[in-house]
DNA sequence: GAATTATCTGTACATTGTTCATGTACAGAT
DNA sequence: ATCTGTACATGAACAATGTACAGATAATTC
């Protein structure tokens, strides 16, 4: 389970200057287990199920600084609500007004950053796209 | 001040079959006042400056409302807030990982949607990009 | 003008994220 | 082996943001 997908955390880690920590490892063993999007709250309550507790602080610290590091992926997906995942593949989001559901939509270029702004507004490292509509469930349900 | 931009606000709300109330007519005049991007507590706190004051939940609901309906413009820009904006045309924004500021980017399409997800996943209204990078200031202030 | 009902209003609360002070563990120098 | 500086973890309190609810009000319909 969990296996190492590209480079190992540990490795990204050093390499960007930062310090291999039980907390940042178990983050990120933590969102690989549970798959999918997760708040950082969820993340928290995982990691005292299995019995290896973290503070809030301390998880919201290291998906901080694991999201800047593109370790892990962050998805601003609305209000109150910031959601992580493990993933390795850049990707896009496709959230349901009706239920909130939240899938992933694959990006056509692959690599951040996948769109560029028109104008000169300086440098761009990412273009977050979020798809708004109804999911095909709800579609189904009503109307 | 405060022209009607296309359609007026009073029209579109009838045609939705919504009601025409003092705090609708108030918040999408306050964004119009204020310009740029503002949360909704910052139109709560200038509705207050105006004399004009309004409860923060009404305020809540009347943005949440408007932007469903398209009058006004909702942009999930990260963790711990979501900004408003009255504005006509469909754009994107950029946001400052360094200062937070914000910026539009114009969308070449011009219409929501703008862009559509590859696979099949329902009903897609909207597609909104925000753009994260450094601003031109923040370039300059530190290489 | 009166009835109907969406909407407003205000309070209280829940959620989410941040700040701060203190303590701890690591890494290089002595 | 010990010292020293720094990054990091920890825990509690705080701040910001958004939501639920119940009674009062006012926009529309007749």
């Known amino acids: 389970m969990a296996d190492e997908p590209s480079e190992p955390v540990a490795i990204r880690l050093q390499a960007a200057g930062h310090r291999v920590t039980r907390?940042?490892?178990a983050v990120v063993a933590a969102l690989r287990e549970l798959g999918e999007h997760h708040t950082a709250d969820e993340v928290h309550a995982h990691l005292i199920r299995r019995d290896t507790p973290l503070p809030r602080t301390?998880?919201?610290n290291s998906l901080v600084?694991?999201?800047?590091?593109?370790?892990v992926m962050?998805?601003?997906?609305?209000?109150?609500?910031?959601v992580y995942e493990a993933a390795d593949a850049?990707?896009?989001?496709?959230?349901c007004r009706s239920c909130g559901s939240v899938h992933d939509v694959p990006c056509v270029i692959g690599t951040p950053p996948?769109?560029?702004p028109g104008g000169d507004v300086g440098r761009v490292d990412e273009a977050q796209?979020?798809?708004r509509g109804i999911c095909r469930n709800?579609?189904?349900d009503a109307q």
Not at 65 to 71: E, K, M, Q
Not at 74 to 80: E, K, L, S, T, Y
């Open 58 to 60: 301390s998880v919201y």
């Open 65 to 71: 600084l694991l999201a800047d590091l593109g370790v």
């Open 23 to 25: 907390p940042r490892l």
């Open 138 to 140: 709800c579609l189904g």
């Open 90 to 95: 850049w990707h896009h989001h496709f959230v």
């Open 74 to 82: 962050r998805a601003d997906i609305g209000p109150g609500a910031v």
């Open 114 to 116: 996948c769109l560029s």
């Open 129 to 131: 796209v979020i798809f």
